[in-house]
Each structure stands twice: as structure tokens, then as C-alpha cells.
């Protein structure tokens, strides 16, 4: 495995040719891909947030235990 960032700011893990600002490549397990998010403190939420360059948040999704929330923001 690796992780490479390239002159035009663009961050690469599994592929060494990234075309968006993160890029992940890879067989994932049972063929699906993933990105894991870990939240360690005791509120257990994990998730992204989508904004745009004013910052105005426009959604995200997030989990605890069983339950997955999708936002929606503006």
C-alpha cells in the first residue's frame, strides 16, 4: 500500500496517478470499497460532511451503532 501527493495537490491511496483532490483504489473486501471512519470518544458518531468554499454545510452522513442519518443541509 501506499499514499502519494502529486504537484497539482491531489492525494492518492492505492493508486499512484490521482485525478480528484482524494483519491482511493482498491479491491475492498467481498469487492466493495470502503472508507472507515473511527470516532473513538464516547459518542461513537462517525460520518462526513459535504460543504462548499463558503463553508455552508450541505449535508452529510453519518452512523452510531445501527443507525445511518443522511442530512441534508441548505
Given at each position: 500500500n501506499y499514499a502519494a501527493i502529486f504537484e497539482a495537490g491531489n492525494?492518492?491511496?492505492?493508486?499512484?496517478?490521482?485525478?480528484?483532490n482524494l483519491?482511493?483504489?482498491?479491491?475492498g473486501v467481498g469487492g466493495?470499497?470502503?472508507?472507515y471512519?473511527?470516532?473513538?470518544?464516547?459518542?461513537?458518531?462517525?460520518g462526513f460532511s459535504f460543504g462548499n468554499d463558503t463553508n455552508t454545510y450541505l449535508g452529510g452522513i453519518f452512523g452510531m451503532g445501527s443507525n445511518l442519518v443522511?442530512?441534508?443541509?441548505?
Open positions: 492525494v492518492g491511496i492505492g493508486t499512484t496517478g490521482p485525478t480528484y483519491h482511493l483504489e482498491g479491491t466493495v470499497e470502503r472508507v471512519v473511527k470516532n473513538t470518544s464516547a459518542s461513537g458518531i462517525g443522511w442530512g441534508r443541509g441548505v
